[in-house]
């Protein structure tokens, strides 16, 4: 069977899903997803990229496996905006008093960033409306992260 030389795991974590379902490590299919990946990378003859915003949670015997690894820092407040421009991409007209700037005041990832955006634009094509209203930009970034506060903070 011919393997691609390198492959890459875009959420390297074991028990971190997409769907923001976190397992506990006595989880029964946590441990089951953590055995099935360790065996894989044994028996794979190529390179492997995992990554992971969540290097707390990696299980240590998947860690134990890694050559090596490369930290990216979160990205600060010049880098959130730009974030915010090129995940925009005037494809919205922010709502009155909003720009990248301004967004970019609150400490969120890149990929939290597009989350926001994706849903976004999933909430623009149901209501046709491609200038999202000032609610439904601050319900998706509650939606992403509500420790922020962003309901109170930004209205």
């Not at 005037?90 to 990929?111: I, N, R, T």
Request: net charge positive; proline share 8%; aromatic share 8%.
């Amino acid at each position: 069977m011919n393997q691609p030389a390198m492959s890459a795991i875009p959420s390297a974590a074991p028990g971190q899903s997409p769907g923001r379902i976190q397992w506990r490590s006595n989880d029964r299919y946590a441990n089951q997803s953590t055995a099935y990946l360790l065996q894989r990378l044994e028996d794979y003859a190529g390179m492997v990229l995992p990554a992971t915003n969540l290097h707390g949670n990696l299980d240590p015997a998947l860690a134990r496996r890694l050559n090596a690894t490369v930290y990216f820092p979160r990205p600060g407040k010049r880098e959130r905006a730009r974030l915010w421009e090129n995940a925009l991409a005037g494809q919205f007209k922010l709502p009155d008093g909003w720009s990248p700037d301004k967004l970019a005041e609150y400490d969120l990832s890149g990929a939290e960033i597009v989350s926001i955006v994706r849903c976004l634009a999933l909430t623009a094509c149901k209501s046709g409306n491609f200038s999202p209203e000032a609610c439904f930009l601050l319900e998706e970034l509650e939606r992403e992260r509500p420790e922020h506060g962003f309901k109170k903070g930004l209205a």
